[in-house]
């Protein structure tokens, strides 16, 4: 914005980035889902259009408004505000609760197709959103899947105590049902037999299948040692139905968290997560942490493991160095191993990652890989190296999660639709923004701008002694009405923006005076750090902007607003005797495909 | 007016004073005052100053008359001490209550109708009693709350929203207070906090009746073009004499006096003022001096600010009187009423 020493220049607040990121959740979350939109909308009991709206963005509203790894909330103002973040994907579920059909609301397939046919590997959240997007343009849509059924790891490892199968059946029916050829139990087993089957476009959409291994001592005997991410699809699919009493779970992550509680599920009464490192340095979501710690599942910290134990071929148990950090400011300086310990155990699960795995590509075809093997895929087209076919989801970049594998399928739409009209690849659409004034009399606006001191809602579970009779119950009950009106009047509407008009403040500190969380301040000019520094409040939050004004009227100064903590009640509008301040809605229009198409039908 | 109340989310890295306060808490409720107001800013450096003075707000005494200006004692420390009093009549509730109770700080807030028009013989009374007090005259230059008729301190020749300019000539309370004996007198303006706070700290902790007078536009009926109380026109003419920086007890002072231009002032409680000469020719212990420098500056349509008079060893009210130090209500009631006999023992002394 401004280098070391010059005064900051005035803030270009035509770019849409700007207040995009004064909306933290939408600039945080991968779709750039409208939150604070659809939050307004439940408030006003509009389930339907609520929903619809996380739809356009997210394609999976019921889906992810149980299982979303949610970077909405860490971003959420919320959190800076009063500690605990809104909860946003909670919401989400609200609104997939409480509409009624909207299936005359849903996208459609035009009878008449375009004469294009893409074929997409793989039936994970990915592919089956750019079916999504590209089946209303009239793309023809053949899906190769080799399970049974479709969903991915939706369907094959989160488990159903978090994400009940008819939910995600609805949501994927409403994909398929717009006429996806889905061939079901079809394994691609060559790249070169399927481009040899003359689609336009291919789409990999194939996940990161693969499992990591722990080779150590004893790996190799027995039958008790499984790689986590199969087993959990060996429980979906109903080849496992039972487990020994003692597990050992090696590894922290998400995976690890399903894995601990999936084998509660299925008979075990003592599971130990085992942990290298410290708390803080786990890759699981604090969430998921505590409902398995919720459900007496013990955490084991600094435990390296170091062998697996037979007897007679039985598997006894697992041998673990135990360690010692030394941290500093949350690195890692220093580890040392203090000791050994043998622990008992009938089953180890291992749950430390997944790998990308292409054994089904030849690497003759032009589709380049890197040094690890991986795909090279262009992060803005997610075109290969092979034009025409494209990859994302876990495919792409490897694992992340379903709200990153959306917005993939988003852009891989685009390309492909780009690259079937012979249109540049990179030729995207730039976002576009609206902002129209909130102002509905002289201290009235049409958003509710009193602030609610209410703490985040508890979500109700359970109770314990009733979920592990099913593996199928799911543990989340979802908001009550209390509930959700409660928690809807804590988003802070941070799409409602403060736009300053620099000519019309005549300098008389109202503003500044009122502002509650110290936004404010009329000050000289100077370097970025400098400013920062001589606030109404210090503003050190890193990637909070500054909004710096043009030179005010009356003295030159400037009028500088820390966007950090405005918690976007109007008091500063209300306050203003010039209207220099407004409280304006603001609304990014993030391009997707079909807008690619409406705009090339205008042009035409 | 606004229809919500101050959301109670706050900075995190909102400091606290002494007491553990932060300034927040010693805010009132919200203002019904026009938005933009140059009161509203007044009382936003009245509660910074309070807070950094560590003051406990249950040991304040805030008293107003009537008009816009009075409404605003109910817009900062909700947590004092108040008094709404008849239409120019502060300073005799003061006097009452100081006179009771000699230990609290006092802060009279008023306008230039209040004190100069109505009230101009109590205010001038206050000034030469040397009352220990802080006093605010909020000065737009007109009646706002009755719809912005010109009061005694609009300039000759001010022009108002509708109808003729002012042909009356101004009363201005500066140099009123400084000819009648004042011990601490100032002016500022709301739209500079940086000038303001510290005047109304130093005059907080001043012993003595300390008037500040404060610049302070009135955005509905007078900050049009033409008139001499807008923020345009103070913001044109400014003239800063003196500025003050106030030092509390025990912090040391880090100023290069070397140069001259900055000298230090103890007040009572031993805390500094430090004086720094905006003005070089400007000498503020010096009356008749004071008095020419700020007439002169007016003729020309300047607005001269900053500490212009102070004399620290002025005896205040209670000294001059010889009264006790204890709060009257602390009296036993022997002490406070000694009874007809002794008021009769009394009355034959004077024949
Ligand atoms: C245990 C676990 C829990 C998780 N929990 C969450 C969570 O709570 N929230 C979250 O957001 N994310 C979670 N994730 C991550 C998330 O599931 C994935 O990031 C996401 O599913 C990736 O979607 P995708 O479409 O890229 O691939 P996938 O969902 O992996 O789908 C790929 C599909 O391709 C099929 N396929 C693969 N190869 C072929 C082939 N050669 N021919 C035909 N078909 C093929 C597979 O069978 C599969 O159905 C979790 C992951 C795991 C392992
Ligand atoms: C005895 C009496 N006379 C007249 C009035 C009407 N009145 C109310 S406020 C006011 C003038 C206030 O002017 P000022 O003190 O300058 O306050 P401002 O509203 O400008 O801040 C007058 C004349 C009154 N309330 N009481
Ligand atoms: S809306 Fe205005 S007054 Fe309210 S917090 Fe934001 S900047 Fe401050
Ligand atoms: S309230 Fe309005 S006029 Fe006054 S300082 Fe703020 S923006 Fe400027
Ligand atoms: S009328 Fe004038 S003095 Fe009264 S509140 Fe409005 S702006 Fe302030
Ligand atoms: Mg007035």
Redesign the pocket.
């Known amino acids: 914005m401004s280098n070391g020493c010059s005064p900051m220049e005035p803030t270009d607040t035509s770019n849409p980035d700007y207040f995009h990121k004064v909306v933290d959740c939408q600039w945080a979350c991968p779709a750039h889902t409208n939150v604070p939109e659809y939050i307004r909308l439940i408030a006003q009991g509009r389930y339907d259009d609520a929903y619809m709206l996380n739809r356009q963005s997210n394609v999976f509203p019921g889906i992810?408004g149980r299982?979303?790894?949610r970077p909405c909330e860490p971003a959420c103002r919320r959190t800076r505000v009063d500690g605990k973040a809104v909860a946003i994907c909670r919401l989400k579920r609200v609104a997939a609760d409480h509409r009624s059909d909207v299936s005359d609301r849903l996208p459609r397939a035009p009878e008449k197709k375009n004469g294009k046919r893409i074929a997409c590997?793989?039936?994970?959240?990915?592919?089956?959103t750019v079916a999504n997007d590209l089946m209303p343009l009239g793309y023809e849509i053949t899906i190769?899947?080799?399970?049974k059924q479709?969903?991915?790891?939706?369907?094959?490892?989160?488990p159903a105590f978090?994400?009940p199968v008819p939910v995600l059946d609805e949501e994927i029916e409403a994909i398929v049902d717009m006429g996806v050829d889905l061939r079901l139990g079809?394994?691609?087993?060559s790249m070169k037999a399927l481009l040899d089957e003359g689609f336009d476009a291919v789409f990999v959409?194939?996940?990161?299948?693969r499992g990591k291994e722990l080779n150590l001592p004893g790996r190799d005997q027995g039958e008790r040692i499984h790689i986590?991410?199969d087993w959990?699809e060996s429980v979906a699919f109903k080849h496992i139905d039972a487990i020994g009493k003692k597990v050992l779970i090696i590894g922290v992550g998400?995976?690890a968290m399903?894995?601990c509680r999936t084998a509660l599920r299925l008979g075990a009464d003592d599971v130990k997560v085992m942990a290298r490192k410290p708390r803080g340095f786990f890759k699981a979501s604090d969430w998921?942490l505590e409902d398995a710690e919720e459900e007496n599942v013990e955490i084991v910290i600094n435990h390296s493991p170091a062998a697996f134990l037979h007897d007679n071929g039985t598997l006894v148990g697992m041998r673990f160095d135990v360690m010692e950090y030394d941290i500093d400011n949350g690195r890692i300086t220093e580890t040392r191993k203090v000791d050994t310990v043998d622990l008992p155990c009938d089953d180890v699960i291992l749950?430390i990652g997944?790998e990308n795995a292409f054994p089904?590509i030849e690497r003759d075809l032009d589709i380049e890989f890197d040094q690890w093997d991986v795909p090279v895929v262009d992060r803005t087209t997610f075109q290969s190296t092979r034009p025409g076919v494209f990859f994302?989801?876990?495919?792409a970049f490897g694992?992340?999660?379903?709200?990153?594998?959306v917005e993939?399928g988003h852009q891989a739409a685009i390309s492909i639709h780009q690259y079937c009209q012979s249109e540049a690849l990179t030729d995207r659409l730039p976002p576009t923004m609206n902002l129209s004034s909130t102002k509905m009399g002289l201290h009235e606006w049409s958003y509710a701008n009193d602030y609610s001191s209410a703490t985040r809602q508890q979500m109700r579970h359970v109770d314990l002694d009733r979920r592990f009779d099913e593996l199928e119950i799911e543990v989340e009950l979802g908001f009550s009405r209390e509930d959700f009106k409660a928690e809807v009047q804590r988003c802070l509407n941070c799409d409602v923006q403060t736009v300053f008009d620099t000519k019309l403040c005549i300098e008389c500190d109202a503003c500044i005076d009122i502002c509650p969380t110290d936004c404010l301040t009329i000050t000289k000019n100077g370097p970025e750090s400098d400013l920062r520094n001589r606030l109404s409040a210090p503003a050190h939050t890193p990637g909070q902007d500054l909004f710096v004004s043009d030179g005010l009227p009356q003295t030159g100064r400037v009028m500088v607003k820390d966007e950090d903590l405005c918690v976007h009640c109007g008091l500063c509008a209300e306050r203003c005797p010039t209207a220099a301040w407004d409280m304006q809605q603001f609304t990014i229009n993030l391009k997707h495909v079909d807008q690619y198409a409406a705009d090339k039908g205008a042009s035409a | 007016m606004s229809h919500i109340a101050k959301p109670a989310a706050r900075h995190p890295g909102q400091p606290v004073n002494k007491l553990g306060f932060s300034e927040r808490d010693y805010e009132g409720g919200m203002s019904t005052l026009c938005a933009g107001c140059g009161h509203d800013s007044i009382t936003a450096a009245l509660v910074k100053a309070f807070f950094e003075l560590d003051i406990e707000p249950h040991r304040v005494a805030k008293l107003s008359g009537i008009g816009c200006s009075s409404k605003t004692p109910a817009y900062f420390l909700s947590a004092s001490h108040g008094f709404n009093s008849v239409h120019g009549r502060m300073p005799s509730v003061v006097t009452g209550a100081n006179a009771a109770e000699r230990s609290m700080a006092y802060v009279g807030v008023s306008g230039d109708g209040d004190s100069l028009s109505i009230g101009i013989g109590q205010f001038a009374h206050a000034v030469r009693r040397n009352l220990n007090m802080l006093y605010i005259i909020e000065n737009n230059g007109v009646y706002g709350l009755t719809k912005g008729q010109f009061s005694a301190s609009a300039d000759l020749g001010s022009k108002p929203k509708k109808g003729a300019p002012n042909q009356l000539s101004p009363i201005d309370p500066v140099n009123m207070a400084i000819s009648m004996g004042a011990s601490f007198v100032a002016r500022s303006f709301s739209g500079d906090k940086d000038q303001l706070v510290p005047l109304i700290k130093a005059g907080i902790r001043h012993d003595g009746f300390a008037l500040i007078d404060v610049i302070s536009p009135c955005v509905t009926f007078n900050d049009h073009d033409g008139s001499t109380k807008s923020y345009q026109y103070t913001r044109d003419n400014i003239v800063e004499t003196i500025h003050t920086d106030f030092v509390p007890p025990r912090q040391e002072i880090t100023v290069d006096f070397a140069s001259g231009e900055v000298t230090s002032v103890r007040l009572h409680d031993g805390s500094h003022m430090l004086l720094k000469k905006v003005d070089k020719a400007y000498n503020a212990d010096d009356r008749a001096a004071a008095i020419s420098y700020i007439q002169h500056h007016q003729a020309e349509g300047r607005v001269v600010t900053g500490l212009l008079y102070f004399d620290g060893a002025e005896p205040e009210f209670h000294q001059v009187s010889g009264t006790c130090q204890e709060p009257l209500r602390d009296l036993p009631h022997n002490e406070l009423c000694p009874g007809s006999e002794a008021l009769a023992k009394l009355m034959k002394g004077y024949r």
Do not use: K, Y
Request: proline share 5%; glycine share 16%.
């Open positions: 992810l299982v979303c790894d590997i793989g039936a994970g959240c990915a592919s089956l190769f899947e080799r399970f479709p969903g991915g790891l939706m369907r094959t490892n989160i978090r994400l079809h394994e691609i087993t959409g194939s996940g990161a299948p986590g991410i959990l998400n995976t399903d894995c998921e749950a997944q089904w994302g989801g876990d495919a694992p992340e999660n379903i709200i990153w594998a993939h």
